[in-house]
């Protein structure tokens, strides 16, 4: 998620500002680099680079990857009212965007102090959830002494596996100025509910076989939403949040680009992987 590689470029000046739509370190590198006239990029590198990285030993037959934990795609998505230039530039500016790895997932986030489960299979839930909080990019001034109440909701891509888990990823800053960052589940697959004392769904037991690439189909779920209330939550403590949901495990790219060239994938590289999406965070300020 950090090397997330947004396929619609820079709105404003910071990556605060972008939400999801985000631009690393290695994206301005990239921009500065590519600004050079005449610069050739890898083909200019040493030959004895060119397929590997001096000093790694890879696995014999299979060439060292620089870059093994990147993956081959990317996408950025956002809530704009219609398909229109205006509206999704609208859209971007106030962060209501989010990314995925790859798939067509859908994520939405939603902040506030009135909101409780019963919105959930309200009809009316969206047009509730502005009124009485804030979207994902959002700001949100505490109330004291009360946690604040979110609203998360994620799609599968018809066109991959189904979802695992939804979780929402929560940062902050404790009194000492030290940061911190904790993950929750909030819904599983299946019907299967949350462990309270670990805060994470049990395995829904989704297999891969990598000698073909097919996945389970039988186990996850079309949709995930749920109702949550941040159970550590400190009045003083400024803090993010922002949803994240994971699909059933698939095939790794390479693992697929092995298959079709009729040879084993590289054993230094991971089989398989889940794909995910996430949304811009809400900030909570006191």
Not at 5 to 12: L, M, N, R
Not at 153 to 176: C, E, F, H
Not at 205 to 228: F, I, Q, R
Request: aromatic letters at 12%; a positive charge.
């Amino acid at each position: 998620e950090y090397d997330y590689w947004s396929k619609i470029g820079a709105v404003d000046g910071n990556g605060r500002l972008r939400g999801a739509v985000r631009l690393t370190w290695t994206q301005r590198l990239f921009a500065q680099l590519f600004r050079v006239r005449n610069w050739y990029g890898q083909m200019m590198t040493p030959p004895e680079q060119r397929t590997g990285m001096p000093g790694k030993n890879p696995a014999p037959g299979y060439l060292q990857m620089q870059w093994s934990s990147w993956g081959a795609s990317g996408l950025a998505g956002v809530w704009a009212e219609e398909n229109t230039r205006a509206s999704i530039f609208d859209a971007m500016r106030r962060k209501e965007t989010f990314a995925t790895s790859g798939p067509r997932l859908k994520v939405r986030l939603f902040g506030g102090y009135g909101f409780n489960e019963k919105m959930l299979s309200d009809p009316q839930m969206v047009r509730k959830a502005y009124a009485r909080g804030v979207a994902m990019g959002g700001d949100m001034k505490a109330r004291l002494g009360r946690a604040p109440d979110f609203l998360l909701w994620a799609t599968q891509d018809p066109g991959s596996a189904p979802l695992q888990r939804l979780q929402m990823v929560k940062g902050w800053i404790d009194s000492n100025g030290k940061t911190h960052e904790k993950v929750y589940d909030t819904a599983c697959a299946n019907g299967v509910s949350v462990d309270a004392a670990t805060q994470r769904c049990p395995d829904n037991n989704a297999k891969v076989d990598v000698e073909t690439c097919a996945y389970s189909a039988d186990s996850g779920a079309g949709e995930l939403k749920a109702h949550w209330r941040d159970p550590d939550y400190k009045p003083g403590e400024n803090a993010f949040y922002y949803v994240r949901v994971l699909e059933n495990p698939t095939c790794r790219w390479s693992t697929w680009d092995a298959i079709r060239a009729g040879t084993k994938p590289n054993p230094s590289l991971e089989a398989t992987i889940q794909e995910r999406a996430w949304s811009s965070p809400i900030w909570l300020e006191h």
